[in-house]
T-cell receptor
Framework: AQSVSQHNHHVILSEAASLELGCNYS??????LFWYVQYPGQHLQLLLK??????LVKGIKGFEAEFIKSKFSFNLRKPSVQWSDTAEYFC????????????FGAGTRLTVKP | DGGITQSPKYLFRKEGQNVTLSCEQN?????MYWYRQDPGQGLRLIYY???????QKGDIAEGYSVSREKKESFPLTVTSAQKNPTAFYLC???????????FGAGTRLSVL
């Protein structure tokens, strides 16, 4: 079965610092890739997605992610974080030729200090 | 409002008791999912259904059961066979293509 690894369990940053959260997956076939975010007390919601085309995708609130197929990675970035970015972030991989199998990473908790 | 409604928000189970978590969606999505969220383990798939009257086991289906009699509804029963049911349960739905999943607010289940 495929798996998704998020390297950082908890990241603490000061406001205006740059952010990069790692995500690697094990599946070798065609994939759709997602980052979801769970703000405190809120629903899990989609941050950004990659289906095809430009491997650099932009999402809401200034986030972006880059799909590097050769590295099986889909890292999330933001140049300057804000206190309101404090949340838990989940990477997810959908294996299109494996019965549409969807796997989530363990999540990375981001704390941004004001 | 369109979306996914999970109820109740909090649920307590006694030893030996079965409990049912409700999930309703009005997004006209074909596929629905149940996940279990534990700290440090992300979301683990319990069951999913891609069409009415059909459902498949996920990675941790033991001790759980589901039904999909209507497109809008996908209730999850946590049976007495589930020995460690304390967790946060999330329901999601998606169109079958693309599989962008939309999530409910979750149900937190605790054992008395």
């Amino acid at each position: 079965a495929q798996s998704v690894s998020q390297h950082n369990h908890h990241v603490i940053l000061s406001e205006a610092a740059s952010l990069e959260l790692g995500c690697n997956y094990s599946y070798g076939g065609t994939v759709n890739l997602f980052w979801y975010v769970q703000y405190p007390g809120q629903h899990l919601q989609l941050l950004l997605k990659y289906f095809s085309g430009d491997p650099l995708v932009k999402g809401i609130k200034g986030f972006e992610a880059e799909f590097i197929k050769s590295k099986f990675s889909f890292n999330l970035r933001k140049p300057s974080v804000q206190w309101s970015d404090t949340a838990e972030y989940f990477c997810a991989v959908n294996a299109l030729d494996n019965n549409n199998d969807m796997r989530f990473g363990a999540g990375t908790r981001l704390t941004v200090k004001p | 409002d369109g979306g996914i409604t999970q109820s109740p928000k909090y649920l307590f189970r006694k030893e030996g008791q079965n409990v049912t978590l409700s999930c309703e969606q009005n997004l006209n999505h074909d596929a629905m999912y149940w996940y279990r969220q534990d700290p440090g383990q992300g979301l683990r798939l319990i069951y999913y259904s891609q069409i009415v009257n059909d459902f498949q086991k996920g990675d941790i289906a033991e001790g759980y059961s589901v039904s999909r009699e209507k497109k809008e509804s996908f209730p999850l029963t946590v049976t007495s066979a589930q020995k460690n049911p304390t967790a946060f349960y999330l329901c999601a739905s998606s169109m079958r293509i693309k599989n962008i999943q939309y999530f409910g607010a979750g149900t937190r289940l605790s054992v008395l």
